[in-house]
């Protein structure tokens, strides 16, 4: 706990301020709440014209849909990752020095650069020849694997170099092939360790979707555009898809925290410095 | 390439605002990510649970969620930035410019939060009992022994913050700010033949950007580092 590194254990005067900033912050706290719902009110943004289109069932089977949309290219995004990041990350750990050093370029390069400037490229210059809404849906997937890829990549290194050195050792000694000590040794420990970090990742890829809007709206994107044009009730589909966004997201996080907890214990969750978003800790 | 060689003034322009929407948001994001975190790790409960919520809601909203918000949302409920309209030599910082600080500084904010508080984190709860063990009053426990520790503990998650942040900075090329990302889509479209070198050019630029955050971030941490 944080607090106990910072302060003592309050005595009886240190109780009675707290007790008062406590009242303080509360009325503060309410005032804003208030403020803000009196806000919408003012607006018109409670009418129930402007939210029925969440319980119309025509229109909440097309947000399912475009949920399961934003959900699937997430997926299929953090699988193309995998094996991405197992590629370049194994790279990165390689002996032979031209393969280390393009590994590290790819990685750096998709690291570096905007997700959204991947899919704009992707979008015009590779998946050109398909519909606009199927090369927008590839151009997703594309540019999510590439960059996720290149942090799982990060996180595969730091996961293999996770596993005490000694297993590598011993299993050299018992007369093991270098391939041998990365499949049988060193990968199915470091696997464990990586397990909730992917997950993790799962957040930021499904997050990332929603930047396709650029060129053209997929998935709940597509949903946050149209439908305020139908209905005029912009305010309120802002809050029901960023809602979906983050009750979704906490979903992934409370697995991610449930893996932790089986597979690694009570350790830090992996966590790769300088790459981008860090994930979630376990809060 | 040629594209890009013959419209360089523009694209140097582009990074321009690429850079300034990382400055001006990234100063912001640092303080309210300092209050964030003063409220997370201070005695009052109540502020501690309020800013988990801000923190917990809006790091799992989608960052174009947020920019959506303030550029068409907002408006609609009265919050908009249209007062904002100051132009200084070739660059202009209007409600465009502003709209995205804006989402940008509340986005970003949560992740210094987290990283600061990684920070805090670090320290060992026998430092803290060590310093008051030998008599240091509060002040004392926190300027000389706690803060100086957390400080540098949070230099990199820190930085780290502040790279995405960096190439956060494209999402505005969704919202109407000509920053580098929109300004290769604009060139994109225009110059169909050379999409490849226009991406790499662009590419290049943002890979330049990113490591010299990390370099400076990395001076910052061996300077700090002790022992």
């Given at each position: 706990?944080?607090?106990?590194?910072?302060?003592?254990?309050?005595?009886?005067?240190?109780?009675?301020?707290?007790?008062?900033?406590?009242?303080?912050?509360?009325?503060?706290?309410?005032?804003?709440?208030?403020?803000?719902?009196?806000?919408?009110?003012?607006?018109?943004?409670?009418?129930?014209a402007?939210?029925?289109?969440?319980?119309?069932?025509?229109?909440?089977?097309?947000?399912?849909?475009?949920?399961?949309?934003?959900?699937?290219?997430?997926?299929?995004?953090?699988?193309?990752?995998?094996?991405?990041?197992?590629?370049?990350?194994?790279?990165?750990?390689?002996?032979?020095?031209?393969?280390?050093?393009?590994?590290?370029l790819v990685?750096?390069f998709?690291?570096?650069?905007?997700?959204?400037?991947?899919?704009?490229?992707?979008?015009?210059?590779?998946?050109?020849?398909?519909?606009?809404?199927?090369?927008?849906?590839?151009?997703?997937?594309?540019?999510?694997?590439?960059?996720?890829?290149?942090?799982?990549?990060?996180?595969?290194?730091?996961?293999?170099?996770?596993?005490?050195?000694g297993?590598?050792?011993?299993?050299?000694?018992?007369?093991?092939?270098?391939?041998?000590?990365?499949?049988?040794?060193?990968?199915?420990?470091?696997?464990?360790?990586?397990?909730?970090?992917?997950?993790?990742?799962?957040?930021?890829?499904?997050?990332?979707?929603?930047l396709?809007?650029?060129?053209?709206?997929?998935?709940?994107?597509?949903?946050?555009?149209?439908?305020?044009?139908?209905?005029?009730?912009?305010?309120?589909?802002?809050?029901?898809?960023?809602?979906?966004?983050?009750?979704?997201?906490?979903?992934?996080?409370?697995?991610?925290?449930?893996?932790?907890?089986?597979?690694?214990?009570?350790?830090?969750?992996?966590?790769?410095?300088?790459?981008?978003?860090?994930?979630s800790?376990?809060? | 390439?040629?594209?890009?060689?013959?419209?360089?003034?523009?694209?140097?322009?582009?990074?321009?605002?690429?850079?300034?929407?990382?400055?001006?948001?990234?100063?912001?994001?640092?303080?309210?990510?300092?209050?964030?975190?003063?409220?997370?790790?201070?005695?009052?409960?109540?502020l501690?649970?309020?800013?988990?919520?801000?923190?917990?809601?809006?790091?799992?909203?989608?960052?174009?969620?947020?920019?959506?918000?303030?550029?068409?949302?907002?408006?609609?409920?009265?919050?908009?930035f249209?007062?904002v309209?100051?132009?200084?030599?070739?660059?202009?910082?209007?409600?465009?410019?502003?709209?995205?600080?804006?989402?940008?500084?509340?986005?970003?904010?949560?992740?210094?939060?987290?990283?600061?508080?990684?920070?805090?984190?670090?320290?060992?709860?026998?430092?803290?009992?060590?310093?008051?063990?030998?008599?240091?009053?509060?002040?004392?426990?926190?300027?000389?022994?706690?803060?100086?520790?957390?400080?540098?503990?949070?230099?990199?998650?820190?930085?780290?913050?502040?790279?995405?942040?960096?190439?956060?900075?494209?999402?505005?090329a969704?919202?109407?700010?000509i920053?580098a990302?929109?300004?290769?889509?604009?060139?994109?479209?225009?110059?169909?033949?050379?999409?490849?070198?226009?991406?790499?050019?662009?590419?290049?630029?943002?890979?330049?950007?990113?490591?010299?955050?990390?370099?400076?971030?990395?001076?910052?941490?061996?300077?700090?580092?002790?022992?």
């Amino acid at each position: 706990m944080a607090a106990e590194v910072l302060f003592d254990a309050p005595g009886p005067k240190t109780v009675a301020r707290h007790r008062i900033y406590t009242i303080v912050a509360v009325v503060a706290l309410l005032v804003l709440v208030a403020y803000a719902v009196k806000r919408l009110y003012d607006a018109g943004q409670f009418e129930y014209a402007l939210w029925e289109p969440f319980v119309t069932p025509n229109i909440m089977r097309a947000i399912g849909e475009a949920w399961l949309d934003t959900l699937t290219m997430a997926v299929l995004a953090v699988l193309g990752a995998l094996v991405f990041g197992l590629v370049f990350g194994i790279g990165k750990l390689s002996d032979r020095k031209p393969v280390r050093w393009v590994s590290w370029l790819v990685v750096e390069f998709f690291r570096a650069v905007p997700v959204i400037m991947l899919m704009i490229f992707s979008f015009y210059a590779i998946f050109n020849s398909m519909s606009i809404e199927d090369g927008a849906y590839w151009s997703v997937v594309l540019s999510l694997t590439v960059y996720n890829g290149a942090v799982l990549a990060e996180v595969f290194r730091a996961g293999v170099n996770a596993v005490p050195r000694g297993q590598a050792e011993a299993a050299y000694a018992i007369g093991m092939r270098k391939s041998q000590v990365m499949n049988v040794i060193l990968l199915p420990q470091a696997v464990k360790i990586m397990i909730p970090a992917i997950i993790s990742q799962m957040v930021v890829a499904l997050k990332d979707t929603s930047l396709i809007l650029i060129v053209f709206g997929v998935g709940l994107t597509k949903i946050l555009k149209s439908l305020p044009l139908s209905f005029n009730n912009i305010v309120p589909t802002t809050i029901v898809i960023s809602g979906l966004y983050v009750i979704t997201n906490l979903a992934l996080t409370y697995l991610a925290t449930r893996a932790q907890k089986r597979f690694v214990g009570e350790k830090e969750m992996l966590q790769v410095s300088n790459v981008a978003e860090p994930v979630s800790n376990v809060a | 390439m040629d594209a890009v060689l013959e419209s360089l003034p523009d694209v140097f322009k582009a990074f321009g605002y690429t850079v300034l929407l990382f400055l001006v948001s990234g100063v912001f994001s640092l303080i309210g990510g300092t209050i964030l975190v003063a409220m997370r790790v201070g005695p009052i409960s109540v502020l501690d649970k309020a800013a988990a919520t801000y923190v917990t809601l809006v790091r799992n909203t989608p960052l174009l969620a947020v920019f959506f918000f303030f550029s068409f949302a907002a408006p609609k409920i009265g919050i908009n930035f249209k007062w904002v309209d100051v132009h200084i030599g070739t660059f202009d910082f209007t409600s465009f410019f502003s709209t995205a600080v804006v989402s940008l500084t509340l986005y970003t904010s949560t992740f210094v939060c987290e990283a600061l508080r990684s920070g805090v984190n670090a320290v060992p709860l026998g430092q803290a009992e060590a310093a008051r063990a030998i008599g240091l009053p509060f002040t004392g426990v926190m300027s000389q022994v706690v803060l100086p520790q957390a400080f540098r503990a949070s230099v990199p998650p820190v930085a780290s913050a502040l790279i995405a942040l960096l190439k956060n900075t494209s999402v505005a090329a969704v919202f109407g700010v000509i920053e580098a990302t929109a300004q290769m889509k604009v060139m994109t479209n225009n110059n169909a033949d050379e999409r490849w070198g226009i991406f790499i050019a662009f590419a290049i630029g943002y890979v330049v950007l990113v490591e010299l955050v990390s370099l400076v971030a990395g001076t910052f941490e061996r300077r700090w580092r002790i022992a």
